[in-house]
């Protein structure tokens, strides 16, 4: 079983080099984003830039994943709809190999998704303000996180019927959560009503968990703390796989 995803994995890989536009939202997309964000909109919402910096670009690593993880679901119902599964199929490997072979290839994408953001968040100057491991606890949560987010894509992969039919439903689920959140304005400066929502929305969570261990507490919302935020962070990532991972199991054996 273990052979056989890590030999599916490698295909996952080779598949994205051998065709460089699958990596456009993972190298261009974070640097629009940033610079739209912290140029057009940095002095209205903090004062300058500089200051603005270190608040959002811990939400834009966080929202650059959500939409990485989306990819998934896109890629397995297109390798469906072209019959690659079926040809696995014939083939004398664990039935659950090419799902989680895809899902560990994935991570190549998450990976490279965080370094542009943060390379290129340095080059226009961001510093961290916190310690080298904490830096790297940050990276590691954000593929924990995004393996336990792409279960959804991959549910919805397998359910719908057409890859147009998995982005349109996967953006209608990802654009509430990341947008009604702390990641580009602080939640205390939105309306009572839509605090309530953001209070308990995991994404704000893990935002501010994000901004502990990058830019350090100062840059996160009042009264959070960072172990508190981790230990949302892990509630979250422990639901999302332990309610989306046997649905996505099961609607894979239906329909493999």
């Known amino acids: ?83 690659v599964f079926d040809r696995f199929r014939s083939l004398p490997i664990a039935r659950s190999a090419p799902l989680f072979g895809a899902v560990s290839g994935d991570i190549v994408r998450h990976a490279i998704a965080i370094g542009v953001t943060l390379g290129f968040g340095a080059v226009i100057g961001f510093r961290f303000h916190t310690e ?64 309530g929502w953001v209070a308990i929305n995991p994404v704000t969570h893990v935002i501010e968990a994000m901004r502990g261990l990058l830019s350090g507490p100062s840059f996160m919302a009042a009264g959070s703390t960072l172990g508190g935020e981790l230990l949302w962070v892990l509630v979250a990532c422990v639901v999302l796989f332990a309610v989306f991972f046997p649905l996505a199991n099961w609607a894979y054996r239906r329909k493999i």
């Open 1 to 83: 079983m273990i052979h056989d995803t890590l030999i599916l994995a490698k295909r996952t890989v080779t598949k994205m080099f051998r065709n460089p536009e699958q990596f456009i939202d993972v190298s261009v997309q974070p640097i629009i984003m940033t610079v739209l964000f912290v140029y057009i909109f940095g002095g209205a919402v903090a004062g300058n830039t500089a200051t603005y910096l270190p608040f959002v670009l811990p939400g834009i690593i966080v929202q650059t994943i959500m939409f990485t993880s989306l990819t998934i679901g896109v890629n397995l119902n297109t390798d469906i709809q072209k019959g």
């Open 132 to 195: 080298w491991y904490q830096v790297l606890l940050a990276i590691v949560l954000m593929i924990v996180f995004a393996l336990s987010l792409c279960w959804i894509s991959v549910l919805i992969g397998m359910l719908a019927r057409s890859s147009g039919a998995v982005q349109g439903l996967s953006f209608l689920i990802v654009f509430p959560l990341t947008f009604g959140s702390s990641t580009f304005v602080p939640a205390s400066t939105l309306p009572g009503w839509l605090q």
